[in-house]
């Protein structure tokens, strides 16, 4: 089989098309990750033993189990139980929490590079625990953190083609469409595999920069 | 749970003391710290407490500052109870709340300075007033500019404290402490961590608040000249209890237990 460079360009717009369709997928379960992830992760820090402990449990079931399953249960099981979502909440809510697990960890290992003696300034000014956390201990996480979270941004990116079993249309969805429909699987899968590529090195690129400046910004050399 | 029917809510009658430590006790599991301690602490007094490490000495500032719970005995401050709350008229463990309220006129100091490293000098000073004490983002800088200046550091306001050497970095944690306007000081070995060429610039400025200002202190440190100078009472720790105490020269000319003596002879041979 030879490379056919103008049935190449003939797919190109449809598969450029199904690519903001996965970065958004990208974006979207990155976000609730983030977000949520945090939850998780300041949980485990309270002093109540049972939030501890059962949000300790979750995560460690989110981590141990794979996410294709995870994706199928919240898409599958859901009805069965009257929860019917689309794939597409589906797949974000799966998404989110796997990730969520991931970056939990992360942002735990930041607060705990914060030392104890910052901690010790905060109850001596008398700062509430929320502004302890908002104020002095969540940005000295973030530099700590930032390389961390952006190995699982590239890894939520390259993950979504798993939201393809349950429809979701991104792009390996659409390359295995083009593939059936053509008969030819050599140029769809090759700009799927370009695509990841190139924006995965992008990305990599970008948190190393982000990394930079974000320590400057915060006076942290 | 120990019975604390004995301590009083709150202390009564003349010349309330600002700290009081009674029968307090603090342990690690079966490794005792302090026991039974007994010591107070006048309004606008200067108390240094000395002593070989592993004495218990810093402990005594953390209790006070509440980093630390303690295992027995009640602390109070300013006549109120610190480590406890009274409820249906008697004493039990205080709780969050209490707590932040109770440790309100209490400021301190650290070996290791403590700034907060993501802001600059100004920044960390108008922290507390701002988020704690509500003021005005104008009122606070003002607050904080006015104390930069009397620890001499108003020129570098605009650092962060990476940019700061230590020495400069103490001074700027001293500021933000007395931007909160506390009753007690506390210094916790504040110049050990310095290098000896700085170590005049942040005594200096204690010695200087003690002068002119009325707060009360209590310090723990290894610079026994600069205690003497400064304290109106020295507090020898041994073992977990106070060995001994007196006025700084007749402590340092006079010492009475044996140990005292021991330790300042070996303070002295080190010097």
Redesign the interface.
């Known amino acids: 089989m030879q490379w056919d460079w103008q049935f190449a360009a003939e797919i190109l717009p449809r598969m450029l098309w199904a690519t903001v369709n996965t970065l958004m997928a990208a974006g979207i379960g990155y976000a609730i990750a983030a977000v949520l992830g945090l939850v998780f992760a300041v949980a485990q820090r309270t002093r109540f033993p049972i939030l501890t402990v059962s949000v300790r449990e979750v995560v460690e079931f989110l981590r141990s189990t794979p996410l294709v399953l995870q994706i199928f249960f919240v898409y599958y099981v859901g009805p069965e139980y009257g929860v019917s979502l689309s794939p597409w909440v589906a797949g974000m809510i799966a998404i989110g929490l796997h990730y969520a697990a991931y970056l939990s960890e992360v942002y735990r290992g930041g607060i705990e590079s914060v030392?104890r003696?910052?901690w010790?300034?905060c109850?001596?000014?008398?700062?509430?625990s929320i502004?302890t956390y908002r104020?002095?201990i969540l940005?000295?996480a973030l530099p700590p953190s930032v390389a961390g979270m952006g190995n699982y941004l590239i890894s939520i990116f390259k993950d979504t083609p798993m939201l393809s079993v349950i429809g979701v249309a991104e792009l390996m969805q659409t390359a295995n469409a083009i593939g059936g429909q053509n008969y030819r699987y050599l140029e769809p899968y090759t700009i799927v595999g370009l695509v990841f590529l190139i924006i995965s090195l992008f990305s990599a690129a970008s948190i190393r920069g982000f990394e930079g400046w974000i320590r400057r910004k915060?006076?942290?050399? | 749970m120990q019975d604390l029917s004995s301590f009083p809510l709150e202390l009564t009658g003349p010349n309330i003391p600002m700290v009081r430590f009674m029968n307090v006790r603090k342990a690690y599991n079966d490794f005792v710290v302090l026991d039974n301690l007994n010591l107070d602490i006048a309004p606008g007094e200067m108390v240094t407490v000395i002593g070989p490490s592993g004495s218990g000495k810093t402990t005594v500032l953390r209790m006070l500052m509440t980093l630390e719970t303690i295992n027995g005995g009640v602390i109070y401050v300013d006549g109120k109870p610190l480590t406890h709350m009274p409820k249906n008229g008697v004493l039990v463990p205080a709780d969050a709340k209490y707590l932040r309220k109770a440790r309100s006129s209490i400021g301190m100091c650290f070996q290791h300075f403590n700034l907060f490293p993501h802001m600059t000098a100004l920044e960390n000073c108008m922290e507390g007033p701002v988020q704690v004490l509500g003021l005005p983002r104008r009122e606070a800088r003002e607050r904080a500019e006015e104390l930069l200046s009397m620890v001499g550091m108003i020129e570098k306001k605009d650092q962060h404290p990476a940019r700061l050497s230590g020495g400069q970095q103490q001074r700027v944690a001293i500021a933000r402490a007395l931007a909160m306007r506390p009753k007690v000081m506390l210094f916790d070995e504040v110049t050990s961590a310095l290098d000896p060429e700085v170590i005049g610039e942040v005594t200096n400025v204690i010695k200087e608040l003690v002068t002119k200002h009325n707060l009360t202190m209590l310090m723990v440190t290894h610079q026994m000249g600069f205690a003497r100078d400064i304290s109106d009472r020295i507090c020898f720790f041994y073992g977990g209890k106070i060995e001994e105490q007196n006025t700084p020269d007749e402590l340092f000319t006079n010492p009475q237990s044996k140990r005292t003596q021991q330790f300042l002879s070996a303070v002295k041979a080190a010097d």
């Open positions: 030392s003696g910052q010790e300034a109850t001596a000014i008398n700062l509430t502004q104020r002095i940005p000295q915060l006076g942290m050399y």
